[in-house]
Each structure stands twice: as C-alpha cells, then as structure tokens.
C-alpha cells in the first residue's frame, strides 16, 4: 500500500570501512567470540499488555529476530517496539515505518511523528531517540511534509514541547506563508517551539530563510527563555554573521543571557567580528574573570566565556592585547577546550597555540560513544606513541593509563574518558618552540584522531597572524564535499567504468581502510575481509555505496555497542559478548586480548547504541573519481561478481 524512503535519511559519511553492518565484527569473522542467540518466542495472542511486557524484555537482538510480517496486524506491537527502541539502527526504524503505515492504514510522517510524542524527553535515552527520528522525519520530501500540514499544524500544541518543537520544524520545511507563520508563533511556548525548530533544519539555506524573525523575536523578547532562545538559534544561522556578532556581543553584560550569547559569539567566524565590539567585549570579560572566585572557574560556562577572550584578544590592538592577557594570567590559566566530534572519531580542535613555559589547561569533552584520551608528544612521535600505546594495552602504561607508553616521548595525557565524560590537563607548556601533537591512543584512533599543540614564544603575536602547522601524519587533504548517496549513485555504473586498480588500492591504503580489512589476504583482522564484498552484495553498487558513506544505516544488534554505567559511576562501553543473570561480558577494543566482565548488581543500566562503531566524513576529503577509484578497486578483486 505505502512503500515510503525519507530523502536525506541521514547526512552520515563513512570512513574507514566499507560495509558498515559488516564491519561492526570487531573479532573477525570466525570468532569464537561471537554472540549465539537463539529465536526467542514470543507469544502475540496475548493482551497487549503481556505482549509489550514480553518484547519490552528482549535486548535489541532478540528483538530483531522476532517474526514479523507487514501483512498482519497481530505484528503492530513488534514493528512499534522496534520503532521506539534505544540504540536501533536507521534501516530497522524505516522498515517499521513503513510496515506500521500499511498495518494501520496511515502514513510515514503521521508515524513517525506519534511515535516521537510518546517518547519522554526528560529522559535522555529516549530523547536521543526522539532526535534520530526528528533527523529521518526532516528528510522526507516536501510535498510528502505539506500533505500532513494539518496534522503537522495540530502537533505543534502537543504537551510534550520536543514533539511540538520537532513538528514546527516539519512545517517550516514544508513551507508556510507569512501570514500562517504568525499564526504559528502567536505564543510564548509555540515561539519558543519555533526558535527550537530552527536548530533542527539539515540545510543551512532553510535555517537562513528565518533569520529576520528570530531577530524580531529576539529584540522583542521581554522572557529570559526567550531570549536565551532566540540568540541559540542565531548561532545556527550561518548568514549575515557580522550582524549578528554586532547585535550579540553587548548582551555579554547581561549575567542571564551571557552563557548563551558566549556560545552563539564562538560560532561567529573571527573575520566576522566587529573590533570596537570585539575590544568592549574583551575587556568586560577580562574584568569578570577578576572578579568571579576560584571555586567558579571550573565551570563550562566561565571556560566558554574565557575561550571566548583568548579568541578576541588576536583582534583588539596588541598593547590592549598584552595588558590584558598579563590579567587573565594572573588569575586563570589558557583554557583549550577541546571536544570529540560524534560518529567521526576526530577531535573538533585540529590545532592551537600555547605561549611557551606559560601555564596552560586543555579540557576534553568527549562527545562520542567511544571512549576517548588525549596524549601530547614530543614533536614528530605521533605515530610511535599510538603504536606504543598499542602495545601498553589497558593496563600498566605510563602513570597507570590505559594505551599511554612509557615513554619520555610523552609529555601530558588523560585517562580514558568515557562518553558525555570530561577529563582535564592543567600543565606547563614546554619552553621549547615547536609543534607539539596530540593523539587518541585507543587501539587504531590515532588514523583519524589527532591535532598540534602549536608552542610559540609571543602568543599574541602569533593570534594576529596565526600559521597553520604541518598535519604531524603527513596527510594533505582537506574537506571536498560531504557525500550523500544521491551524489553519485546515478553516476555509479559510468563513474566506475575505466578505472585503474592500482590507483584504488592506494586510496583504499591511504583512507585506513587497508588497517581493518584485509584485502586478498593483505591488511588489518579487525573487520572482515572485503575480496568477496561485490560477491556477497550480488553486485549491488548502490548498496555498497551506502555502506561506504551511510556507516549507521544498518548496524546489526549483534554488533551494537553496549554503554554500561555502574552503580559506583564508571563507564564502561563495548560489543556484547554474552550476558546471563549474573555478568554481562563486553569486547571494550577490537585489540582486546581479555573480555571485561560486569556483574550484573553492578550495573546501573545499559544502553545500546544506534550508531556504527566506524566513523563516518572520512570519504568528505576525498573527490568524486576517487571514490569511485575506491570502488572500481572493491568490485576489480571479485570478477566473479556481476553488476
């Protein structure tokens, strides 16, 4: 009846592998790891309510390997549990969908959307889940969108302000008029619904579109939420960023907007900033760094708003500049925040600069499902630090820390921190010039996750004309284009045609992958082998495409990572190896010689997650032809496939 695909399902980019499902078998192929489960039985003809008790007890695995069909509706209960479910991945949610809008004689969006109103925001689980449906409901066509605005129109007033603000922003694509967008923000919550739906648009063309009204909105607000909402939204709107740095930077002195208004300035490029704006700005927050106390300074919004003065002290005049960095000295050190960027195994800082022999503090906020350290090299040890962490394993590395060598190449490094953990350096850069690295040094991170701590003797001179260090893995490619499917997929069959084997082979080295998988034979254990893939996709290019640049599409339950959090408040995360009534067993590292086992009184709860354990904008620095260098490669090694 109503076979549905979303547009735009995800803006997910692959990296390092090319069969996201596939390559979420961290052990190999044959491991005797593996987890065996068996078919559970569920019984269907029961009430509802023994129904949801029986699949509410099912982990996602055992969830996915129940019978279901979209020809009976005595399947409704599975596909809406799967659809609601923490940690599942994209393809299963979709096929819900679509199974759920023939069962129920309705449609993707009403769906989709109903689903998200049952969902409880205040719990962060099914809040994320939430988001990842907001995510594929925004990718729906248009016209697919305005033919449920009425529908669309009436969740706008749910109770459950995430589902309303989620419908807004459906609306907005959609497209209203003038007059209809003022009937859509006539009050304060439908305002603040409105200010929410603007961070949620995909394009940044559709965010720019309500510019003009959020800054009505914005300096007609007499509500401190409010504003504080509007001036989040602007920091998503990339347009007219002069203006707005302008019309923000004053707000600074307002202690109830300040924190909002920090974070919107820091997204505003510094070419963009005013210099008379950007002076009263730096010397307010100089003044305020005086004044807030010791115990105070620790907190994410002092640390912003610091960030934020270091930033504008390369624009006000350099006898201003050294004065008031000689008084920020005196009572707080350089803070660098640095945080892990979700799904992309890479930091968001890829380099900064430090004044040498001067104090200086980097904080890392990991973002990410996987756990995370950040460890500073001497200059040009990047690589033998990562190998050598390799080797030290999770046990007995330098100071104690996991994957950290012993190694006078070393000079500073954390623990490994958990996801939505933070972990802080406070240390004495080096008196020495130069370019200093920093790296993850969780098996195989370092390929992707890496930076320059850049040591300088005047660091004010080097802020009014910073100069971008040497990538310290050799690597000279930059951001082309964030691939989608619909990119290159009509394209596909010519794209491939023509191409030199040998040319792909050595993209496919140089883009990691050859540090996964292994190709006839050749290459990393970590994820299958990839001579057959062609094979085994029966020649579905489209497929594997997908793959390569949808990571997260599909991520079977039997290889999803697990977040443990324990009742003492550790972290623990992995692939699950086994589970009975009294441990758990996780794989926490592809390099894992040992499991870790987690008795079961101790754990607080665990949660699944929906996303591939491979990153993804990897293929986002690589061209069109190259991609399709890569997989002309691919189907070259397993002629027996046919396209």
């Given at each position: 009846m109503r076979n549905f695909a979303f547009g735009c399902l995800l803006t997910t980019l692959i990296a390092i592998p090319v069969c996201g499902q596939e390559h979420?078998?961290?052990t190999g192929e044959n491991s005797s790891s593996t987890r065996k489960v068996e078919t559970p039985k569920v019984f269907l003809d029961k009430s509802p309510r023994i129904v949801a008790y029986q699949l509410k007890r099912l982990d996602n695995q055992r969830l996915l390997m129940v019978e279901r069909k979209k020809t009976d509706a005595k399947y409704i209960p599975v596909y809406e549990a799967i659809l609601a479910r923490v940690g599942m991945s994209p393809q299963f949610r979709l096929e819900s969908?679509?199974?759920?809008?023939?069962?129920?004689?309705?449609?993707?969006?009403?769906?989709?959307?109903?689903?998200?109103?049952?969902l409880n925001a205040s719990k962060g689980n099914e809040k994320r889940t939430a988001n990842q449906l907001a995510r594929m409901l925004l990718g729906t066509k248009t016209e697919q969108l305005k033919a449920k605005a009425t529908f669309l129109l009436e969740t706008t007033q749910s109770d459950n302000a995430l589902a309303a603000a989620i419908a807004t922003a459906a609306l907005l694509i959609s497209g209203q008029s003038d007059a209809e967008l003022d009937k859509l923000t006539e009050d304060t919550a439908s305002k603040l619904a409105f200010l929410d739906a603007i961070t949620m648009l995909p394009e940044a063309a559709q965010r720019n579109t309500f510019r003009t009204r959020v800054v009505k909105l914005l300096d007609s607000s007499s509500s401190t939420e409010l504003s504080n909402a509007a001036i989040r939204s602007l920091g998503f709107i990339p347009i007219e960023p002069a203006d707005s740095f302008s019309r923000l930077?004053?707000?600074?002195?307002?202690?109830?907007?300040?924190?909002?208004?920090?974070?919107?300035?820091?997204t505003i490029p510094m070419k963009e900033r005013e210099a008379n704006a950007s002076l009263v700005a730096t010397s307010f927050l100089v003044d305020l760094a005086e004044k807030t106390p010791a115990a105070e300074r620790t907190k994410a919004s002092f640390i912003d708003a610091m960030q934020l003065a270091d930033q504008l002290l390369a624009i006000v005049p350099s006898d201003q500049a050294r004065?008031?960095?000689?008084?920020?000295s005196a009572v707080t050190v350089r803070v660098i925040r640095i945080?892990?960027?979700?799904?992309?195994?890479?930091?968001?800082?890829?380099?900064?600069?430090?004044?040498?022999?001067?104090?200086?503090?980097i904080v890392l906020e990991n973002h990410d499902?996987?756990?995370?350290?950040?460890?500073?090299?001497?200059?040009?040890?990047?690589?033998?630090?990562?190998?050598?962490?390799?080797?030290?394993?999770?046990?007995?590395?330098?100071?104690?820390?996991?994957?950290?060598?012993e190694s006078d190449k070393v000079l500073q490094a954390t623990a490994m921190v958990p996801a939505d953990q933070q972990a802080t350096l406070t240390f004495t850069a080096p008196s020495t010039p130069g370019e200093y690295p920093y790296v993850c040094t969780f098996p195989q991170h370092w390929y992707r996750m890496y930076g320059v701590m850049v040591v300088v003797n005047d660091l004010d001179a080097w802020l009014k004309s910073p100069v971008k260090p040497a990538n310290p893995i050799g690597s000279n490619r930059s951001f082309v284009q964030a691939w989608k499917v619909n990119d290159l997929k009509d394209e596909l069959d010519s794209g491939i045609r023509g191409r030199s084997p040998e040319i792909g082979k050595r993209l496919f080295a140089e883009a990691s992958c050859a540090g996964c998988h292994k190709m006839r034979g050749e290459g990393g254990a970590i994820g299958p082998e990839l001579t057959d893939v062609f094979a085994r996709w029966k020649g579905d290019r489209v497929g594997i495409l997908r793959e390569v640049l949808e990571p997260s599409h599909?991520?079977?339950?039997?290889?999803?990572?697990?977040r443990i959090l324990t009742v003492d408040g550790r972290t623990v995360t992995g692939v699950l190896l086994s589970e009975d009534d009294d441990k758990v067993t996780l794989l926490s590292n592809p390099e894992a010689k040992e499991p870790t086992?987690?008795?079961?009184?101790?754990?607080?709860?665990?949660?699944?997650?929906?996303?591939?354990m491979m990153p993804k904008a990897l293929m986002d620095q690589y061209t069109k032809d190259e991609i399709f260098e890569v997989l002309a490669y691919l189907e070259s090694v397993a002629p027996q496939s046919k396209p």
């Open positions: 979420g078998h961290t969908i679509n199974a759920l809008a023939e069962l129920k004689d309705s449609d993707p969006v009403t769906i989709t959307m109903a689903t998200i109103d049952n930077a004053p707000l600074i002195s307002n202690d109830k907007l300040r924190a909002a208004t920090v974070r919107t300035l820091l004065s008031f960095r000689k008084r920020l945080k892990t960027v979700e799904e992309e195994m890479r930091y968001d800082i890829p380099y900064f600069a430090v004044e040498a022999g001067k104090s200086v503090q499902l996987m756990p995370h350290n950040l460890v500073v090299t001497v200059p040009e040890a990047l690589k033998e630090v990562a190998q050598l962490g390799l080797q030290a394993g999770p046990n007995n590395g330098w100071k104690n820390l996991p994957y950290v060598p599909k991520v079977d339950a039997k290889y999803v990572m697990q086992v987690i008795l079961q009184d101790d754990i607080e709860a665990m949660v699944p997650s929906s996303v591939s």
